[in-house]
Nanobody, 126 residues
Framework: QLQLVESGGDLVQPGGSLRLSCATS????????IAWFRQAPDKEREGVSC????????NYADSVKGRFTISRDNDKDTVYLQMNSLKPEDTAIYFC???????????????????WGQGTQVTVSS
């Protein structure tokens, strides 16, 4: 059973930056893709970004394109989400998730993803 542990969430002012980390308990290359989702109070969980095993393919939600960058370090079994130009509407709990089989990051439907972390809180406020 893969375990995912998120870190890096914090309180930041609008326009600021944060880098989230997702550390996995096993070899990250055993999974087809790793993604980040987020969930704000009273809202549905939404996909933010996804990266495939090799890092060759990434996908982003329209709301974060140009501001967020996903990357992975297979030697450290860790995926990162660099978030720049943060806005109050980015406030949410951010979750790391993994797909067990081959996956092209073609979609952000939660049911496509097999393993989930506990989340890390990101608050953007002045």
């Amino acid at each position: 059973q893969l375990q995912l542990v998120e870190s890096g969430g914090d309180l930041v002012q609008p326009g600021g930056s944060l880098r989230l980390s997702c550390a996995t308990s096993g070899s990250i290359t055993a999974y087809g893709a790793i993604a980040w989702f987020r969930q704000a109070p009273d809202k549905e969980r939404e996909g933010v970004s996804c990266i495939t095993t090799t890092g060759a393919t990434t996908n982003y939600a329209d709301s974060v394109k140009g501001r967020f960058t996903i990357s992975r370090d297979n030697d450290k079994d860790t995926v990162y989400l660099q978030m720049n130009s943060l806005k109050p509407e980015d406030t949410a709990i951010y979750f790391c998730t993994a797909v067990r089989g081959a996956f092209s990051c073609s979609g952000f439907e939660p049911w496509l993803y097999d393993y989930w972390g506990q989340g890390t809180q990101v608050t953007v406020s002045s």
